[in-house]
């Protein structure tokens, strides 16, 4: 039975992919974990059940090349890193998903046959007005209240994305 993973790249730390309370196969790449040096984001990496994998040398070189073909040059290192893990999901006979809201990542992706989701408009998050969310621990609630449960850090809200 082929696994399916979801592989994050660095907006998808940004955008706060729900990261804990998932039933999913999370998994990034060591670069991914170096370019987002955010503390915040560092401690929710270090709460969560996110695998962090490296991709092979020749799964490097094949995005490369696929890169230099669309005319995107400029994709991070921690860019290049989450699609050449893609390729490495693959040839294990699973199944990779990108989590990207990045365009020049999604077009590489697309040249590689790799499925990528956009996290704006796709199903990692659910419709609705606020979310509030505990910025240590990353316990989400749907309901103001000052402080966290978990961890009693200030709660902060941001706009739910559709
Ligand atoms: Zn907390």
Redesign the pocket.
């Known amino acids: 039975m082929p696994q399916q993973y979801l592989v994050l790249d660095t907006t998808a730390f940004y955008a706060g992919v729900p990261y804990t309370n998932t039933s999913e196969n999370l998994v990034t790449t060591p670069d991914v974990i170096s370019e987002v040096s955010n503390e915040r984001t560092r401690s929710l990496i270090a709460l969560s059940k996110i695998n962090v994998l490296q991709a092979t040398p020749e799964d490097f070189r094949r995005v490369k090349d696929a890169a230099r073909r669309t005319g995107d040059n400029n994709l991070s290192k921690a860019d290049q890193s989450v699609l050449a893990l893609c390729l490495s999901i693959a040839s294990e006979g699973n199944e990779a998903i990108l989590l990207s809201d990045d365009f020049a990542v999604e077009n590489v992706a697309s040249r590689l046959g790799i499925k990528a989701r956009p996290l704006m408009t796709g199903g990692v998050t659910t419709v609705a007005e606020w979310v509030f969310f505990?910025p240590?621990?990353?316990?989400k609630y749907s309901k103001q209240r000052p402080d966290?449960?978990?961890?009693?850090?200030k709660l902060e809200k941001r706009l739910k994305k559709k």
């Open positions: 505990c240590a621990c990353g316990k966290c449960l978990v961890c009693g850090t």
